[in-house]
């Protein structure tokens, strides 16, 4: 029997849906943010933003130096004892403002995330600047409650916090850190990524709009020297620091023996788990979404997948189907999946790492999706016949690349995801509820999803074991980060 001719073949495509950029109003240089006021640089220094996706210059930046920091930490440490002082309620009212001010400016913050950090529209609009805005309300709401979130102990707010937030979430971050440390009374300085300034920048305008009191936040932009400087800087009681493992490591060892406090949310090497019992399209969905979500530049990123043998076969080939149909392109698409490498020395980390995946021997599938022709794009890669041993089954790549592996018994899943210096999250897809129960008690990482993956919420607290760092952010948790045990009686 002849099989029946293909008569008809009809191709679905999108039309392009660019995200509109002409409201968005960005000066052509920016100083820092010291004492409620842009200035320029102390240091004189100055150095370009790029758009990812374009390689065009959008901004010039300043680089902070040492006066630019020591001028910050005065005016912070002059604005703190005011600030801790005021009402708790009218501290809350001043994060409220600020909340709403971030929701009235959405649009436009999520267009200047996506050109200034690659990432598409799609996500800086529906996920990092409403989740930006709700910590925001989150801890506006606690700021009069303190008490109630620590079991009625007295605490006091540390004093000068000083943050340092990377370029995968640039507002998202610096509201997990700033929302907690104002709502506690402490004042901040907060140091943005080098490639991801501009959203920080906007932020401190909403600070002026709200009419924050000046020095409560400031912000200093600059690059790695900046951050390393601020955190030695005398007059900090506080370091709250995201990024890499190897940084984090770094920052603790300059802070060893002083009286500074200081949390970490590190790296991460994160296992999602697939039994043979699961809802296979829903499993795959979370895969996607846990590997692919901000190009895979995602600190709980889903990056290793440890799939049950006897499904392996069947679900990596539809996985493979279902990432084949990924669309990568212009972020300000509305239509895209996933966008531009955050920078070339991010774009060089990641094809480094996928070699040696080639180089030990792992089974490499990529997408077969056309690229734009300039900025810094990769298509989604899957390795299959992975071993833990291999470094792309250990190390944080930190790009749109995933790690399959497989397992046979519950137990043997436990041993595979714990075989890691990390510990940030993990997906488990199961039907049977006690499974997961039992997985999750199991799993050494501080976040587990169930049937579900990178779901966040300003409630629920984040955080790490091991070599993905120590405190929480988010939720009741993410306070004690920013007060310290006090004898007295809360104000
Ligand atoms: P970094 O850890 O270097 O950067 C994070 C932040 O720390 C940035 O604001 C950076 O400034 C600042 N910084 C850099 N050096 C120092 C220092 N010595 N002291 C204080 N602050 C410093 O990450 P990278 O941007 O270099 O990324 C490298 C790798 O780190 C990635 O491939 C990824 O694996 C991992 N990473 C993990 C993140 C996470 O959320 N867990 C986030 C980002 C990266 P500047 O940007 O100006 O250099």
Not at 102 to 108: D, S, V
Not at 182 to 197: D, Q, R, S, Y
Not at 203 to 222: D, F, K, M, N, R
Not at 467 to 479: A, K, L, N, Q, V
Request: include cysteine; aromatic fraction near 8%.
């Amino acid at each position: 029997m002849t099989a029946t001719p293909q008569r008809t073949r009809l191709t679905w495509d999108y039309s392009p849906a660019p995200e509109s950029a002409d409201h968005v109003r960005l000066r052509d240089a920016y100083g820092v943010f010291v004492d409620g006021e842009f200035a320029d640089p102390r240091s004189g220094r100055a150095a370009p933003t790029v758009n990812p996706a374009t390689e065009q210059e959008i901004a010039q930046i300043a680089v902070a130096g040492d006066e630019d920091i020591a001028h910050a930490v005065r005016t912070a440490r002059a604005a703190q004892a005011k600030w801790a002082a005021l009402p708790a309620l009218e501290r809350g009212k001043y994060l409220f403002r600020i909340a709403r001010l971030m929701q009235e400016r959405g649009r436009e913050l999520a267009i200047v995330e996506t050109m200034d950090g690659g990432k598409p529209i799609r996500e800086s609009r529906d996920i990092d600047i409403p989740l930006a805005a709700a910590h925001f309300f989150h801890y506006a709401g606690w700021a009069d409650k303190l008490p109630y979130a620590l079991a009625g102990r007295a605490h006091r707010p540390h004093g000068v916090v000083a943050q340092i937030v990377p370029w995968n979430f640039p507002l998202l971050m610096a509201a997990w850190k700033l929302a907690p440390a104002l709502a506690c009374g402490n004042t901040a300085i907060l140091k943005p990524a080098e490639t991801t300034p501009l959203t920080a920048l906007l932020l401190a305008e909403i600070c002026q709009e709200a009419e924050l009191p000046a020095g409560v936040v400031s912000i200093l932009t600059g690059d790695g020297a900046t951050g390393a400087a601020l955190v030695r800087a005398e007059g900090i009681d506080k370091v709250a620091f995201t990024g890499s493992t190897a940084v984090g490591k770094d920052i603790q060892a300059a802070l060893a023996g002083r009286d500074v406090g200081l949390t970490l949310e590190l790296g991460g090497k994160s296992a999602n788990i697939v039994f043979e019992d699961a809802a296979q399209d829903q499993a795959i969905e979370g895969i996607v979404d846990g590997i692919f979500f901000n190009q895979g530049q995602v600190c709980c990123a889903g990056s290793r997948l440890l799939v049950q043998e006897s499904i392996a076969d069947e679900f990596v080939a539809r996985l493979i189907d279902r990432v084949e149909t990924l669309r990568v392109g212009d972020p300000l698409d509305k239509n895209t999946d996933i966008g531009a490498i955050n920078s070339q020395a991010q774009l060089d980390r990641i094809t480094k790492l996928m070699e040696a995946g080639v180089a030990e021997g792992a089974t490499t599938w990529t997408s077969s999706c056309p690229l734009p022709k300039n900025g810094f794009f990769l298509a989604p890669t899957i390795f299959t016949d992975a071993t833990p041993s291999m470094r792309i089954a250990r190390e944080e790549i930190f790009g749109p690349v995933l790690t399959t592996m497989t397992f046979r018994t519950p137990d043997e899943a436990v041993t595979k995801a714990n075989n890691s210096a990390y510990g940030l999250s993990a997906g488990v897809w199961t039907e049977k509820g006690s499974r997961a129960m039992g997985m999750a008690a199991a799993l050494r990482a501080g976040v587990i999803w169930d049937n579900t993956f990178n779901r966040f919420d300003p409630a629920a607290s984040f955080g790490g074991y091991k070599e993905s760092g120590f405190g929480r952010e988010g939720g009741p948790s993410g306070m004690a980060a920013y007060l310290e045990p006090d004898e007295g009686i809360y104000r």
